[in-house]
């Protein structure tokens, strides 16, 4: 996979600004308990959890659970932290 060029977006100011608040979801099995685990893989991952914006929402049959979280982080680094934590979570099925 080539990595993303940013440096347009950045002329433009457009794109990612760090330091910042930014938002992610994770998807997976309704069983784990996410909207509980998910935020605290993020402050293992040395993340601002901000823990007043967690909410879910489970799929129609009820056998996943999509949960959204916002955080603060100082650069792309700790923001591609946060992918990686919980991508590596085997309950996680993918994050956005």
Known sequence: MNEIDFSQAKKDGK?????????????????ANLPVHVPLL??????????ETVKHR???E???VSVTVSFRCDNRE??????????ADPDIRFTL
Do not use: C, K, W
């Open 15 to 31: 794109g990612f600004q760090f330091p910042g608040e930014f938002e992610i979801t994770a998807m997976g099995s309704a069983s």
């Open 62 to 64: 009820g056998n996943f």
């Open 78 to 87: 700790q923001y591609d932290a946060a992918h990686a934590a919980l991508r």
């Open 42 to 51: 993020l402050e293992r991952a040395g993340l601002m959890v901000l823990h």
């Open 58 to 60: 489970q799929s129609g």
